[in-house]
C-alpha cells in the first residue's frame, strides 16, 4: 500500500514527471522502499511519475536533494529533477505562517463536482483568494508587492465601531481581482486566515450551496450579499478549523492597464448580514 498523509509535488521537467517530497523535517521514512516507490510513480494506479525526488535538510547548503528512480534505484543526478525543485521555495510570510511559492505543476483534468455542476472558475487564476489578518501589516504589504510581485487593485478602509478601524489592501497577480487581501488588526486574531474564497462559475451554484449549508445548520457569519469592490455575490460559512469559506460568483476582472486603484468605504452594497438560524424545537 501506498503511506497516506504526506504532502507531496506532481511536477513535470523537460518531458520528466517527478514525485517532489519534503524531507527536511521529515524523513523519507516508507516512501523510499523500492515496493512503495514503485506503486507510487505507477501509471494508472498510482500517482504515475519517473521518480521521487526528496528534499532533504544539508550540512553544506540550504538542502540537498535525493532522486530515486521509479525502480528504487538511486541516481547520483538528474537534472530535471533539480530544475523542478529549484522551481519551488517555502518561505515564512510576517503575518506567520509559510507560503509556498511554485512553477511547473503538472496540470490535472478537471474533476466532477456534482454539488457545484457549472464547476470552479480556475484556468488561469487559481483556486480563488485568501484574506489574511495581521499586525505587521506594513510588512506584508512590502512581501506581497516586492516579494511575490502582486499588485494592488483597490483597498477598503471604514469605521466599523466607534474608534475601531478596519483596513483592508487587496491584491492581483492575474486577471482575478485579488488573489491576497490583507487586513490590518490591532492585535493577533485566533486564526490568521480569515477567509478563503472559492468561485463559482454558475450563479445558481452559489444559491444552491447556501441552501445546503443552512439546511446543514453550519455557521452562516454571512449570508448571500453582494461586494462592493470586486462585485462578488456570495456567502460565508465557517469552517471546522475556525477559519471561514466564501463560496462566490461574478467578480469584476482586472484588465490591463489597471487604472481603479481607488478607496472604498463599504464591505458590501448590500447583504452579507449574519444568518440566525431558528432554534430548534
Not at 104 to 112: A, I, Y
Not at 173 to 191: D, K
Request: charge should be negative; include cysteine; charged fraction near 20%.
Amino acid at each position: 500500500m501506498i503511506p497516506q498523509g504526506r504532502a507531496f509535488y506532481k511536477m513535470s521537467g523537460s518531458g520528466n514527471d517527478f514525485v517532489v517530497v519534503d524531507a527536511r523535517t521529515t524523513p523519507p521514512g516508507r516512501l523510499a522502499e523500492r515496493e512503495v516507490v514503485g506503486r507510487i510513480c505507477a501509471h494508472g494506479t498510482g500517482v504515475g511519475a519517473d521518480g521521487i525526488v526528496f528534499v532533504e535538510p544539508s550540512s553544506q547548503a540550504a538542502v540537498r536533494l535525493v532522486y530515486l528512480n521509479a525502480d528504487a534505484s538511486r541516481a547520483e543526478f538528474c537534472g530535471n529533477a533539480t530544475l523542478c525543485v529549484t522551481r519551488l521555495a517555502v518561505v515564512d510570510a510576517p503575518w506567520g505562517t509559510p507560503v509556498e511559492v511554485a512553477t511547473g505543476l503538472t496540470r490535472g483534468s478537471r474533476p466532477d463536482t456534482p454539488l457545484m455542476p457549472g464547476g470552479f472558475l480556475t484556468r488561469g487564476e487559481g483556486f480563488g483568494h485568501a484574506v489574511v489578518g495581521t499586525t505587521a501589516f506594513d510588512e506584508s504589504v512590502r512581501f506581497a508587492t516586492d516579494g511575490l510581485g502582486m499588485v494592488r487593485s483597490d483597498y477598503l478602509e471604514m469605521e466599523i465601531a466607534a474608534g475601531i478601524e478596519l483596513e483592508v489592501h487587496f491584491f492581483h497577480c492575474n486577471a482575478r481581482h485579488h488573489t491576497l487581501a490583507l487586513a490590518r488588526v490591532p492585535f493577533e486574531m485566533p486564526t490568521k486566515l480569515h477567509h478563503l474564497m472559492f468561485e463559482a462559475n454558475e450563479r445558481d451554484d452559489v444559491g444552491a450551496a447556501f441552501d445546503r449549508a443552512f439546511a446543514a445548520g453550519l455557521p452562516l457569519p454571512n449570508g448571500l450579499g453582494l461586494h462592493d469592490n470586486d462585485r462578488m455575490f456570495s456567502f460565508y460559512v465557517e469552517s471546522p478549523a475556525g477559519f471561514q469559506v466564501e463560496v462566490g460568483h461574478g467578480a469584476r476582472q482586472i484588465t490591463e492597464p489597471w487604472t481603479d486603484d481607488r478607496r472604498y468605504d463599504r464591505i458590501s452594497a448590500w447583504g452579507h448580514q449574519p444568518v440566525v438560524h431558528p432554534p430548534s424545537s
